[in-house]
């Protein structure tokens, strides 16, 4: 009982404002004549269409079989003689002022819904014994004579069973509210509006889709191409607001899928360019716009200062605007129209669907096309993209009704309806929810009071270019109740610079370098390739050991040299695997290894050619020409000296500080075409002293190959056949050492030029291998041919001295160095002859003329020239130390054949011969031939 009570007090409230603004009514009715189809039942505002003059007005006589469509169950033709009664429904539309857009949509959905009625009336047998009548008013979109029809409804004659409106916002709600007082049930036809849920109004359906159900056709659109990071940009107004909450809820819903980068709200341009340029900031790619036409170019226009458009970028805005919104000349608008168009080009918007794209048979028993044919002949001049769902409300209503009256209980009918009793509310909003069938804009099912209907996707594309082909292009349709969104209903879909959807932000892909499969097949081939060579080599120095000029150049320290050269051309092959080919797991262990086979074949193969050359250093630097046997087992022991020095250092260094697996980042660069930050990275090993251990590694290869190389450049000018390699190994020194320095550098330099110094190093390593390996087995393999059984003869060894291609400066100091260490042994022995000479005379003159005669006997004496037994130690093999040999040989008088030295007087040089030179002179006390050359010998 106290709700009656309220409801009538609340009305009587509503009625006292209606009349305050009751002289607006004079004005409404001059201009709701020309709707008017009475002469005046009804009141000025209503208009009671009877169903004969209706149809001869509206159809004509080209419609007279609709009069005797068959309207009942028994047969019975439903026609003017029957008078069936009236059903009156409340129409709310904005019709006036005539230049405004609300009234615009008003004129332009009349005729849909009386053309509904008409259908309803004539082509359906739904309300049997009834005819729907439409009770047009005129709202103007103003809250206060909505209500004030609203409140002149209940003074007119018969009972309104439902209300069909309004189109704006500023009437419905008002209305909505006042309904549930009157237990009225309220149809809209055309309000979007967000905030209507069937919580705050539960009396308000709608025939067309919220702006919420947009927001499912958006999420939809992320779903479809993949993009999770969105933001949103909405205008500071209830409308948008709201429908952005909503959009929130449901993202939120989806919070694994989707992440909302910035959400910007905007009241003017100030703060609408600071929204943008936050977008910028963060790398915002997909955009949700909410705002109104003028708005939108404003926005757009700002977009375009900001490159904010192209193949970067996506927008989505909520659309429904006019026809060529873009081409309206605004003074707020700061960009021309192909600027504007450029901005614009591609976006997306959502729109309610204005008729169904199938051509199905709908409940009035016409296809969308025959009803739109219908449609455009009524409409005049005026048209609003809301006509298909006015005719399916009308249609929703007329359903509704008829559930109404077949579920009444007996005892009662529909004229008895009554505002004041909520069971007819109950009952009308039950048939609304229970209403379903398939009308002209598709089909009609509600959920929660809200049409559960079809939205359209819509995209801006320029076709040639130019402003004035472009065109909003229906890209696809998103079906409400199956979640479906269908892309096969209309133009494709336009990407920008391919075929491909914009990411939705700047993928920063992390790539880590690997080698190319082209470059380290290249250096393995090579390497193994070298390898080949290197055992070819091993197999000739093994098979030929014997060979007298193989065996002099000492085969098993050969073979050092070659098996060090396989494990630094197996280094490069190690050297080249990376994550591309092993896990990470994996590359500590190849680096490792990497590590050990390099360092111990450079030591084997430098070590060993290190300690050949010493050995010629270590001969012929024995000025005094004393016996010395270096042997082949002195060698093996340097060689062994180092690889124990390399085996300390890295054991050490592999016990307290192994080997991990470290990434270092380098400098990022943008593909523009697939929209990627590439972030390279290269993969690396490390240890914690790294760089204490190099150091030392470092150190001893660097003092050793300096030494080498100094040895070398002593020994440059030492030819031996019996050593017949020394000058290849002391080329091999140098070869080595330039590359080492050369190679270690680049390394440093291409550190992160993974690629490049790969090809460098393993260029410098397989370079450097292969011409030391050549070096010193070519001139072999060269001797082998030319004499393949060689006799046994005596070598010859010399010291030549410097060429022309010498410099003077460098033997110039070399022989001023040698010239005083000579005046001063000269100086000292002259001192000492001349003490002794005067300590021979004092012991003379002592001992009398018995001394004078031993000393004239002893001249008389011929002392026989010695036989000087010269071997020039060192020279051979100790395979070669062969007593029985030596006695051989030395039981023959081959006196005229051992060798003499003789001496340069400019040169200082030391030549070794096996016969006398002519014009020699003996020394009495060595047996030596000394001879002076000739000053043009020595040039």
């Not at 025959?370 to 929703?396: I, L």
């Amino acid at each position: 009982m106290a709700r009656p009570l309220v409801s009538w007090l609340v009305l009587i409230g509503l009625a006292g404002f209606g009349c305050c603004i009751g002289p607006a009514s004079g004005h409404l009715r001059q201009h709701h004549s020309h709707f008017s189809d009475g002469d005046g039942g009804g009141g000025p505002l209503t208009t009671h269409v009877k169903a004969k003059r209706n149809n001869n007005h509206n159809y004509g006589n080209n419609n007279n079989n609709i009069r005797n469509f068959n309207n009942n169950k028994d047969g019975r033709s439903l026609g003017y003689n029957s008078q069936p009664r009236e059903l009156l429904i409340t129409g709310l539309f904005p019709l006036t002022p005539r230049n405004s857009d609300a009234s615009r949509l008003g004129r332009g959905v009349l005729p849909a819904a009386l053309l509904a009625r008409d259908h309803i009336n004539y082509r359906h047998n739904l309300l049997k014994d009834y005819q729907l009548q439409l009770d047009v008013n005129d709202t103007a979109c103003d809250a206060a004579l909505g209500i004030k029809a609203f409140l002149d409804m209940l003074y007119k004659k018969g009972k309104r069973l439902m209300v069909f409106g309004s189109a704006c916002t500023e009437v419905t709600g008002p209305i909505a509210q006042a309904a549930q007082f009157l237990h009225l049930a309220q149809l809209s036809y055309a309000d979007t509006h967000p905030m209507y849920d069937h919580i705050k109004f539960p009396n308000l359906y709608r025939i067309v889709p919220s702006e919420n159900q947009f927001n499912y056709a958006r999420l939809e659109l992320l779903r479809q191409f993949n993009w999770t990071h969105v933001a949103t940009l909405y205008q500071n107004d209830p409308r948008y607001s709201l429908a952005h909450n909503h959009l929130m809820a449901r993202g939120a819903d989806q919070a694994a899928s989707y992440k909302l980068v910035s959400q910007r709200t905007f009241t003017d341009v100030l703060e609408l360019r600071d929204a943008l340029n936050k977008f910028v900031e963060k790398g915002v790619r997909i955009i949700f716009g909410s705002f109104t036409e003028a708005w939108a170019r404003i926005t757009f226009c700002e977009a375009f200062k900001l490159n904010m458009f192209g193949r970067k970028y996506q927008w989505i805005i909520w659309g429904g605007y006019n026809k060529d919104w873009w081409m309206v000349d605004d003074a707020e608008v700061r960009c021309s129209t192909q600027e504007l168009v450029t901005a614009l080009n591609g976006y997306m918007s959502t729109d309610i669907l204005p008729l169904s794209l199938e051509n199905h048979q709908t409940i009035a028993k016409l296809t969308p096309s025959e009803y739109e044919s219908m449609y455009d002949e009524r409409k005049g001049s005026e048209y609003s993209r809301f006509h298909g769902y006015t005719y399916d409300g009308m249609w929703a209503m007329a359903k509704a009704i008829s559930i109404v009256i077949e579920e009444l209980p007996p005892g009662k009918t529909i004229d008895m309806f009554d505002y004041k009793m909520e069971f007819w509310s109950q009952r009308f909003l039950s048939a609304l929810k229970k209403t379903e069938f398939v009308g002209v804009t598709g089909p009609v099912k509600f959920y929660n009071n809200e049409r559960v209907g079809r939205i359209l996707i819509k995209q801006f594309q320029v076709l040639d270019g130019a402003s004035s082909s472009a065109h909003e292009q229906i890209i696809a349709l998103f079906h409400n109740d199956t979640s479906f969104l269908d892309f096969s209903v209309g133009h494709p879909v336009y990407w920008h610079g391919g075929k491909h959807a914009p990411r939705d932000r700047t993928i920063e892909k992390v790539q880590l370098q690997h080698l190319s499969v082209v470059s380290f097949i290249t250096m393995v081939a090579l390497s193994i390739a070298g390898i080949f060579l290197a055992v070819f080599f091993l197999s000739v120095n093994t098979k030929y050991r014997n060979h007298k000029y193989i065996k002099m150049s000492s085969p098993h320290l050969n073979n050092i040299i070659i098996c060090g050269c396989i494990m630094t051309y197996f280094s490069v092959i190690l050297l080249g695997i990376d994550t591309g080919m092993v896990s990470e797991d994996s590359i500590p262990a190849i680096c490792t290894a990497r590590l050990w086979v390099l360092t111990i074949g450079f030591t084997s193969a430098f070590g060993a050619m290190f300690s050949k050359t010493w050995r010629v250093h270590a001969i012929f630097t024995n000025i005094k020409l004393n016996k010395k046997v270096i042997k082949d087992y002195q060698l093996f022991l340097i060689v062994a000296l180092l690889l124990f020095l390399d085996f300390v250092i890295l054991l050490t260094w592999q016990l307290q500080d192994p080997f991990t697996y470290a990434t270092k980042p380098l400098q990022e660069f943008e593909d523009a075409t697939n929209d990627f930050l590439i972030k390279p990275q290269i993969g690396f090993c490390v240890s914690e002293h790294m760089t204490i251990y190099l150091g030392v590694t470092y150190a001893f290869k660097g003092i050793l190959m300096a030494f080498g190389c100094f040895l070398a450049w002593e020994t440059r000018h030492v030819s031996i056949p019996a050593l017949n390699d020394s000058k290849y190994i002391g080329m091999s020194v140098y070869n080595v050492v330039i590359m080492c320095v050369i190679g270690v550098a680049i390394s440093i330099i291409l550190t992160d030029q993974q690629e490049y110094a790969f090809l460098i190093i393993s260029g410098f390593i397989i370079f450097c291998t292969t011409i030391t390996l050549c070096l010193v087995f070519v001139p072999k393999l060269i001797e082998l041919k030319k004499n393949p059984h060689p006799e046994t003869k005596r070598v010859r060894a010399t010291l030549k001295p410097a060429g022309k291609s010498s410099k003077r400066e460098s033997f110039t100091a070399d022989l001023q160095n040698k010239i005083k260490t000579l005046a001063d042994q000269n100086q000292k022995l002259k001192e000492s002859n001349q003490a002794r000479a005067s300590e021979l005379d004092r012991l003379i003159r002592e001992v009398g003329e018995e001394a004078k005669e031993l000393l004239g006997t002893r001249r008389k004496d011929i002392r026989p020239r010695a036989k000087i037994n010269f071997k020039v130690p060192g020279l051979t093999s100790d395979d070669d130390e062969n007593p029985s040999s030596s006695r051989d040989e030395s039981s023959q008088d081959q006196s005229d054949q051992w060798p003499l030295m003789e001496t340069s007087a400019i040169t200082k040089c030391v030549y070794v011969h096996y016969k006398p030179r002519k014009n020699s002179i003996q020394d009495a006390q060595t047996g030596c031939t000394i001879m002076s050359e000739p000053s043009n010998s020595s040039k």
